[in-house]
């Protein structure tokens, strides 16, 4: 390596993004839905954690020991800050690849977890990578990685490329310009370079409109997505010869959506790919018919078919919870080239049926709806569904008593830091939002917004005086600068600020705080 961040965004802080697929607990459904067993986990790895919020998440939550790594200090102190409050033990190091993969006394993985990290970074550290999981992912183990792909990207890398040169022309580094600013010239240059008409953006008309939402996003996002020195958008089938040398096979996607072909494929496009006997070839052909940009993908070493009395069975005992009011959930979802509507018939009685927030098998549900003609597989897809737009999340396996009490105390402790921190004045609190907390009955993280989460620490301090709340939410607010946004209009007064928190903790008492408190968030 050149230097110590070889080529990798340093001055920006990563995103504070929590990432449900990296929780073995979503193993066991996605695994059963296509016919295999899913490993029992007991250790875990995540290489690249970021900010360290999924792997904190998924090692407080659960039984699972977890070790990970990342190459930028200070995200390896906030991630070595959230396993202290916890109390998980979950080993986060500031580290290399180089360093942490050639360590000797790590433990043999049954799940190794990389997001994104393989589009960011250099050959070398890919070796390194791929000598990692060759040696230490056991047999019957899963590999999760997720990876921009082909043919999703192909019109955007010659942008890419041209908008990461603008930051590294001549004067832009020897004038020590942050990255934040060469990404804002960059940026204004193209829309300069679009203004002339080129024939580049004659042939894709898209990328104009590509242009302006990058120029909405943050820098944080821009900054590790498209600007670091190495990037790189992989074919499934180059990935499927790599990780091939290694003993692995493609299970499933971990996006529980894609799953579901009548939901993302045309009935001509389910005709050829139904027509496709290579399974390589079958995926490849898929991401062309969705122009699929990322992949989040699981791959096994030694996979364990089911026969269909054994699926059968696994998918029909798998549980599953909301994770939102059964009237916020959306019947028209975007499709990757359409709208879809959900059949009303189907899934307002299944959200009936969980919207006492409780754990509900797949057959349980079935059962309770045999009356409205709903059977196991039509509440199988629909489940598929709302866990794959997150709405709703599968649940670990059960432990005994002693460990869900140990997990429950993990959870509540990382919980009590993270509201604590939502609280924080600034310039602490411009870090970065954190808007998840931890469920210790899904095993990962819940959306929980920055207000939400004010909302359940003055309910700490003023139990369920709901008329408290907003005094306190108030003050925290203000000593952060920002104020309240109704109907698309900043409020400034302290007066309308407190109006707004009074209806908004009145409303969250009565249809949020219900579920987070069945999901052991609150």
Not at 235 to 241: C, I, K, L, Q
Request: net charge negative.
């Amino acid at each position: 390596m050149n230097n110590w961040n070889d080529g990798y965004v340093v001055d920006i802080a990563y995103t504070y993004g929590y990432y449900p697929g990296m929780n073995p607990a979503r193993l066991p459904l996605a695994f059963a839905f296509h016919g295999l067993q899913a490993p029992a986990v007991q250790t875990a790895c995540e290489l690249g954690f970021g900010q360290g919020l999924s792997t904190n998440f998924h090692a407080a939550a659960s039984t699972v020991r977890w070790w990970g790594n990342d190459f930028n200090p200070h995200q390896a102190a906030f991630a070595q800050e959230l396993a202290a409050a916890s109390g998980s033990g979950a080993q986060m190091e500031d580290s290399s690849f180089s360093r942490f993969c050639r360590r000797d006394d790590l433990p043999d993985f049954d799940f190794i977890a990389l997001h994104g990290i393989w589009s960011w970074v250099s050959q070398e550290n890919r070796a390194i990578i791929f000598d990692f999981i060759d040696r230490k992912l056991k047999p019957g183990g899963v590999l999760y990685i997720s990876y921009n792909t082909q043919p999703g990207w192909s019109a955007f890398m010659p942008l890419r490329d041209l908008l990461v040169q603008h930051t590294q022309q001549a004067g832009n580094e020897e004038q020590g310009l942050p990255t934040a600013a060469r990404i804002d010239a960059a940026l204004a240059f193209a829309t300069r370079m679009f203004e002339a008409d080129p024939v580049y953006a004659q042939a894709n008309p898209f990328m104009r409109d590509r242009l302006k939402l990058l120029q909405q996003q943050s820098h944080s996002y821009l900054a590790h997505e498209y600007f670091n020195r190495d990037w790189h958008a992989e074919s499934f089938a180059d990935m499927h010869r790599q990780l091939a040398q290694a003993g692995l096979q493609f299970a499933c996607s971990s996006h529980y959506a894609d799953h579901l072909d009548m939901a993302n494929l045309t009935p001509a496009q389910r005709q050829l790919m139904q027509e496709i006997g290579d399974p390589v070839l079958q995926q490849s052909v898929r991401d062309f018919m969705v122009n699929q940009q990322f992949r989040r993908d699981y791959w096994v070493r030694g996979a364990q078919v089911m026969d269909e009395r054994q699926r059968v069975q696994a998918l029909a005992l798998q549980s599953v919870v909301l994770l939102t009011e059964p009237d916020k959930v959306p019947l028209t979802i975007q499709n990757v080239a359409s709208e879809i509507t959900l059949n009303r018939l189907i899934y307002e009685p299944i959200l009936q049926a969980l919207s006492d927030y409780l754990p509900h098998t797949l057959v349980d549900l079935a059962a309770s709806l045999a009356h409205r003609n709903l059977n196991l597989s039509q509440v199988l897809d629909s489940v598929l569904m709302l866990i794959g737009t997150g709405h709703a999340a599968p649940l670990p396996a059960e432990t005994d008593a002693a460990a869900r009490a140990q997990v429950a105390r993990r959870a509540g402790a990382l919980n009590a830091y993270l509201l604590q921190r939502a609280a924080l004045p600034l310039p602490v609190a411009e870090a970065g939002d954190i808007g998840h907390l931890v469920s210790p009955v899904t095993g990962g993280g819940v959306r929980v917004d920055r207000i939400e989460q004010l909302f359940l620490l003055a309910r700490q301090d003023c139990g369920d005086d709901i008329d408290a709340w907003p005094a306190l939410v108030w003050r925290h607010i203000a000593a952060q600068g920002k104020r309240l946004v109704r109907e698309g209009v900043r409020l400034e007064g302290e007066a309308e600020n407190l109006a707004e928190l009074a209806t908004q903790a009145h409303l969250f008492a009565r249809t949020r705080l219900p579920l987070l408190r069945a999901l052991q968030v609150a």
